[in-house]
């Protein structure tokens, strides 16, 4: 029972619908400027040109340790996954709205670590090779909507995963204050969010380093908070009695496209759960790094 536990719960907490722990908000996010920042003032404002095109790759690190019964279990290092995005703008609006496409490219999966784990992240990523969908995102970085392909033969599995990438398209950028900001400038955006089957609220607070033209570097402080809930994974039915996570990262943002130029992000979260009569504290620790062109 424990195995096939932590198999599950390896899985589920590696898979493209929990890739970076910063999945869809639920309601629209709210952004709330702390500080407008020193010297000179602008509105940040993404505007890619109709036909531009970018390559995404994005890496995944975790290490996931469980605490059973008051025993500790050995940590498992997740196997290291990189995924590969192309998107391309396909609409600009009067207002600024972004239309965009993007289509799934093969992913990888390091070797090391849990084998079941490995095999598993490989058969998920070989599914979702191919899969194409289209977005609309705000000159703000607020996506209005995202839709994926889903192949009428997709099996239920293949349907979960899917609706991960499309949740995900729901934080493809970084929200931008309406307000005009300076060099110093601090605001966040706080979201209640969905995923795997878990909801939880989210504050993401942003800072302004530096602006150089169309290019601005941000610094980034990630809370989030889960109150008691049940969560149903591939069979398996988990009280979770809290959750708190806590991460931190830089972003390298080019306002002429949606995704970042460079992003790095690391995040420890910390949970208490019910589980198969046991209960049981898990710690996810995970790193991401995201690179485009």
Same mark, same amino acid.
């Given at each position: @029972?424990?195995?096939?536990?932590?198999?599950? &719960?390896?899985?589920?907490? #590696?898979?493209?619908?929990?890739?970076?722990?910063?999945?869809?908000?639920?309601?629209?996010?709210?952004?709330?400027?702390? *500080?407008?920042?020193?010297?000179?003032?602008?509105? &940040?404002?993404?505007?890619?040109?109709?036909?531009?095109?970018?390559?995404?790759? $994005?890496?995944?690190?975790?290490?996931?340790?469980?605490?059973?019964?008051?025993?500790? $279990?050995?940590?498992?290092?997740?196997?290291?996954?990189? =995924?590969?995005? *192309?998107?391309?703008?396909? #609409?600009?609006?009067? #207002?600024?709205?972004?239309?965009?496409?993007?289509? $799934? /490219?093969?992913?990888?999966?390091?070797?090391?670590?849990?084998?079941?784990?490995?095999?598993? =992240? /490989?058969?998920?990523?070989?599914?979702?090779?191919?899969?194409?969908?289209?977005?609309?995102?705000?000159?703000?970085?607020?996506?209005? #909507?995202?839709? !994926?392909?889903?192949?009428?033969?997709?099996?239920?599995?293949?349907?979960?995963?899917? +609706?991960?990438?499309?949740?995900? @398209?729901?934080? %493809?950028?970084?929200?931008?204050?309406?307000?005009?900001?300076?060099?110093?400038?601090?605001?966040?955006?706080?979201?209640? !969010?969905?995923?795997?089957?878990?909801?939880?609220?989210?504050?993401?607070?942003?800072?302004?380093? +530096?602006?150089?033209? *169309?290019?601005?570097? &941000?610094?980034?402080?990630?809370?989030?908070?889960?109150?008691?809930?049940?969560?149903?994974?591939?069979?398996?039915?988990?009280?979770?009695?809290?959750? +708190?996570?806590?991460?931190?990262?830089?972003?390298?943002? +080019? %306002?002429?496209?949606?995704?970042?130029?460079?992003?790095? @992000?690391?995040?420890?979260?910390?949970?208490? @759960?019910?589980?198969?009569?046991?209960?049981?504290? $898990?710690?996810?620790? &995970?790193?991401?790094?995201?690179?485009?062109?």
């Amino acid at each position: @029972m424990k195995r096939a536990l932590l198999v599950v &719960l390896v899985v589920a907490f #590696s898979s493209p619908a929990f890739a970076d722990r910063i999945a869809a908000p639920a309601g629209g996010p709210k952004v709330e400027v702390l *500080d407008a920042g020193k010297g000179a003032k602008k509105q &940040l404002r993404f505007a890619p040109k109709v036909g531009s095109t970018s390559t995404m790759v $994005m890496k995944t690190r975790m290490n996931l340790a469980l605490t059973m019964g008051g025993r500790a $279990m050995p940590a498992t290092d997740v196997p290291e996954t990189r =995924m590969t995005m *192309d998107m391309k703008v396909t #609409s600009v609006s009067p #207002s600024g709205d972004v239309g965009i496409a993007f289509t $799934m /490219k093969k992913g990888e999966v390091d070797p090391a670590g849990l084998p079941a784990a490995v095999s598993a =992240m /490989k058969q998920v990523l070989a599914k979702i090779e191919g899969t194409t969908g289209t977005g609309v995102v705000t000159n703000t970085g607020i996506t209005k #909507s995202a839709d !994926i392909k889903v192949p009428a033969s997709a099996d239920p599995q293949m349907k979960e995963m899917l +609706d991960g990438i499309k949740q995900n @398209m729901n934080q %493809l950028a970084a929200p931008l204050p309406q307000e005009a900001v300076g060099v110093g400038a601090k605001w966040k955006v706080t979201s209640q !969010i969905s995923m795997n089957g878990m909801t939880l609220t989210q504050v993401a607070s942003f800072e302004l380093k +530096d602006v150089k033209g *169309d290019v601005v570097s &941000l610094a980034v402080k990630i809370d989030q908070k889960a109150s008691n809930q049940v969560i149903v994974k591939d069979g398996i039915t988990v009280d979770l009695i809290s959750a +708190d996570g806590a991460g931190s990262g830089e972003q390298l943002v +080019d %306002l002429t496209k949606l995704v970042p130029t460079k992003a790095s @992000m690391s995040l420890v979260s910390k949970s208490v @759960m019910k589980a198969g009569g046991q209960g049981f504290d $898990m710690k996810l620790t &995970l790193g991401m790094d995201i690179e485009s062109k």
